[in-house]
């Protein structure tokens, strides 16, 4: 295990209900009130108005700004810096999924920077203590990002997408209703288990020694996803499946699996460059890239993904090498994400090799990434080219 600091200050408000919260939570940070969300479903949903009626409980000016992409843009990140700078706004509001949630983080850096905000995106400025406060209100189990300080954007123009993390844009607070996931289509709940199970794979495939218990609780958060998701996928409406699921989506990514490790990330950096390229569904990219992913490091360091199929997956160990396991493990994950609805190759949303070598260079932040068994540019192209 590494040497590691620790430090979470958000503070979450978890349960039926809790949307009244924000009349309590708010006004410490100020009134005038970014509201950010994202595409139709809110206001079909009756949350827009809900919202609404507790932001004029507070008398709060309220400016909004809607239709946030899948893939938060550039663009969109600029056009809330000039709002907040144009109304003097003291606060965001984000309401809606881990999209939403990372646009206003990137706004809320971006407001006290002078410069361009894909400055702090590509990590050449640090974002400052003076980003704005945030507050959530989450719609989505998947990204996590209601409990971190992570955001991933896209610059469309330049087929880029990147991230980047930093303490001062962690959400204040964030309300997770249960009720509030209701209206998540089949596809997008299906997407949303994929992303909190491969954030658990990214540090669970560390490059570090001796972690059993952050070992232990990614492998618990996975057997709890694997037991619930079939059940949530074909009973959307069922609360109790849902608050199951937004809970593991908390802490699949709030820092706690990634305690003293050096965790890897290869495959979201290949998957954020094909969303980069083709903007398809990030979950849906992952289903696709992860076992690819596996069985390339496998041939290299079979031992992990062994475990994983042993421990997860419930495999007899019995007379069978690591090896073995592995090939049976990725089988297993394949199986699991196909039964539930996930997509298995990138010619599902009709990518072919056309750009295999654009994605290759946007993938590669070095001449290596990832930490488990770090890839090169070839290491790259063969796992693009055997997703497809």
Not at 317 to 323: I, V
Request: aromatic share 8%.
């Amino acid at each position: 295990m590494e040497k590691f600091e620790f430090y979470n200050p958000t503070k979450l408000l978890f349960g039926k209900g809790q949307l009244s919260s924000l009349k309590k939570e708010i006004p410490a940070y100020g009134k005038r009130v970014l509201l950010l969300y994202g595409g139709g479903s809110m206001k079909k949903s009756g949350l827009y108005d809900k919202v609404i009626h507790e932001l004029k409980e507070i008398g709060a000016t309220v400016v909004e700004l809607g239709g946030v992409e899948p893939n938060p843009r550039l663009t969109t990140v600029k056009k809330g810096i000039n709002l907040i700078k144009e109304n003097q706004l003291d606060f965001i509001l984000a309401v809606g999924g881990g999209s939403v949630l990372d646009c206003a983080k990137a706004i809320a850096a971006g407001v006290p920077y002078d410069g361009d905000v894909w400055d702090i995106v590509l990590k050449k400025v640090k974002a400052s203590s003076n980003s704005v406060p945030i507050g959530t209100v989450l719609t989505l189990a998947a990204t996590g990002s209601e409990m971190n300080g992570n955001s991933v954007i896209t610059n469309w123009e330049e087929n880029e997408k990147k991230s980047f993390n930093s303490i001062h844009v962690y959400p204040r607070f964030s309300i997770l209703d249960p009720e509030l996931t209701f209206s998540v289509p089949r596809d997008q709940t299906v997407y949303g288990i994929v992303d909190i199970m491969s954030h658990v794979f990214e540090q669970y495939f560390h490059a570090s020694s001796h972690a059993p218990l952050q070992e232990r609780i990614g492998e618990a958060i996975l057997r709890t996803v694997i037991e619930t998701a079939p059940k949530l996928v074909n009973d959307l409406n069922n609360y109790e499946y849902r608050e199951v699921m937004l809970l593991n989506g908390t802490l699949a990514l709030n820092g706690l699996t990634a305690m003293g490790v050096k965790t890897d990330w290869a495959t979201h950096y290949i998957e954020h460059a094909v969303s980069a390229v083709h903007d398809i569904p990030h979950g849906g990219g992952l289903a696709i890239l992860f076992p690819r992913w596996m069985e390339h490091v496998a041939a290299v360091r079979p031992e992990k993904v062994a475990q994983l199929g042993v421990r997860v997956f419930d495999l007899d160990p019995a007379g069978k090498t690591d090896t073995q396991l592995a090939a049976e493990a990725i089988e297993s994950l394949v199986k699991f994400w196909t039964s539930i609805g996930a997509p298995t190759k990138l010619s599902d949303y009709g990518i072919d090799d056309k750009e295999i070598e654009l994605m290759t260079e946007r993938a590669m932040l070095a001449d290596q990434i990832g930490n488990y068994v770090p890839l090169s540019n070839e290491d790259v192209r063969k796992i693009l080219r055997n997703s497809l």
